[in-house]
């Protein structure tokens, strides 16, 4: 168990439909992380909060976003939902002391996503 | 160009025996970070090693080290005396510069152990 909660763990929703995904992050942890798994496009990493702000943002699409509250906590909306949005989801928490070093990312059980 | 580069879509390993898993990177920062992940059919990411660029000695975790090659642009993973749990898909990561902690994943390496 790697400290990091995700829920639901699994969503089954309708094309042009709108979900959120919720995550906690490990005590203590400030930067959360989004990345989602599909079969076609491997893991690609979608943004990165630390402490409630934006801090790197990869290939997440303008139907989607995220945010990190005061508790620390993120959730990751998707909208207007395509087919192609069918993916595990993952969240990742690290305690980001400074950016770069080991800072390893301590990943969730994910949240699997089906679109209809 | 693809940042990470995994050519060994699967493997087959006889139980107990040593195995390598191939890793190649492309960056033309000097600072950076690799890793290796391991996912079981669980679907969790599990973190097993990190190798800093300018770490001097190869990275060592338990059973796992890192093969570094910086010249070469190669972070292989060797798990010595494999076991059946060790059967998942394996990722290995990169963290480039230090100005963010993005990591891009390569496509993996789906390890079977053999009994």
């Known amino acids: 168990d790697s400290g990091v909660t995700q829920t639901p763990k699994h969503l089954i929703t309708a094309t042009g439909q709108r979900v959120t995904l919720r995550c906690s992050p490990r005590?203590?942890?400030?930067?959360v992380y989004w990345y989602q798994q599909s079969l076609d496009q491997g893991l690609q990493f979608l943004i990165q909060?630390?402490?409630?702000?934006?801090?790197a943002k990869g290939n997440i699409l303008e139907r989607f976003s995220a945010q990190q509250f005061p508790d620390l906590h993120s959730e990751l909306n998707l909208s207007s939902l395509e087919l192609g949005d069918s993916a595990l989801y993952f969240c990742?928490?690290?305690?980001?002391?400074?950016?770069?070093?080991?800072?390893?990312?301590?990943f969730g059980p994910g949240t699997r996503l089906t679109v209809l | 160009a693809q940042k990470i580069t995994q050519t060994q879509p699967g493997m087959f390993v006889q139980e107990k025996e040593a195995v390598t898993l191939d890793c190649t990177y492309d960056?033309?920062?000097?600072?950076?970070?690799l890793f290796w992940y391991k996912q079981p059919s669980s679907g969790e990411m599990i973190f097993l090693i990190y190798?800093?660029?300018?770490?001097?000695q190869n990275a060592t975790e338990g059973r796992y080290s890192l093969n570094f090659q910086k010249a070469r642009k190669s972070a292989n993973l060797v798990i010595s005396a494999s076991q059946l749990g060790d059967s998942a898909m394996y990722f290995c990561?990169?963290?480039?510069?230090?100005?963010?902690?993005?990591?891009?994943f390569g496509k993996g390496t789906r390890l079977h152990i053999l009994p």
């Open positions: 005590s203590g942890d400030l930067s």
């Open positions: 909060y630390y402490n409630g702000e934006e801090r």
């Open positions: 990742a928490s690290s305690s980001r002391i400074q950016a770069g070093g080991r800072n390893e990312q301590f």
């Open positions: 960056t033309s920062d000097q600072s950076y970070g």
């Open positions: 990561a990169m963290r480039e510069g230090n100005r963010d902690d993005k990591i891009i």
């Open positions: 190798q800093g660029s300018y770490d001097e």
